[in-house]
């Protein structure tokens, strides 16, 4: 006796993964957009410290992509402790976290309009405080976002799909609020 597949049962089957796949891709689709979400917000926080380093601190710094690990990572200009009349070395600030771009997520990196491509570049702040224009565009399917760092600005703009995104971030002066004592 042959035994085959029924119409009814491959219909079933259709409808089922017709049912399942309209659920599970756009799940996918998002897990991209949140990756790229939390790179843009990491990448905002190491430009801020960027901008902040330079502006107030005493080291020349560089954003640095490196090859090695495939991060963007903040660097300072150094002198080394045991040599001292050897000329300073860029070494990886140790008290920041480099930034991993997701796979599946895009990023573009101009400074002062130049676009920096390939796995290895630098943007060096300047001590005269002539610091570059630096802009980063993270895209992923369905995301877009700008990261601007203008050259007197302490923080970058963030526009997402043409829109500037407001900083979330307030000041709270817990004394005036009555809440000094206040764990927080």
């Known amino acids: 006796m042959r035994r085959g597949f029924t119409l009814l049962e491959l219909i079933v089957v259709v409808s089922i993964l017709a049912v399942v ?3 599970v891709i756009p799940r996918l689709r998002g897990l991209s957009k949140g ?3 939390v790179a843009v917000e990491r990448l905002s926080e190491l430009l801020s410290l960027f901008a902040w380093r330079d502006n107030a601190g005493s080291q ?3 954003i640095y992509m490196n090859p090695d690990s495939s991060a963007i990572e903040l660097w300072t200009l150094e002198p080394i402790p045991n040599r ?7 070494m990886p600030d140790r008290f920041v976290q480099p930034v991993r771009i997701p796979e599946g997520v895009q990023l573009e990196v101009m400074a002062d309009g130049m676009r920096l491509d ?67």
């Open 21 to 23: 796949s309209s659920v």
């Open 35 to 37: 990756k790229a979400d």
């Open 118 to 184: 390939g796995s290895e570049w630098r943007i060096v702040g300047s001590p005269s405080g002539n610091r570059a224009l630096i802009e980063m565009r993270v895209s992923a399917e369905g995301f877009d976002s700008l990261l601007l760092l203008n050259p007197s600005a302490a923080m970058p703009t963030r526009v997402d799909n043409g829109k500037i995104v407001e900083d979330q971030r307030e000041t709270r002066d817990l004394d005036a609020r009555g809440m000094s004592r206040e764990p927080w």
């Open 60 to 62: 020349q710094c560089a």
């Open 84 to 90: 001292p009349t050897d000329p300073a070395e860029w």
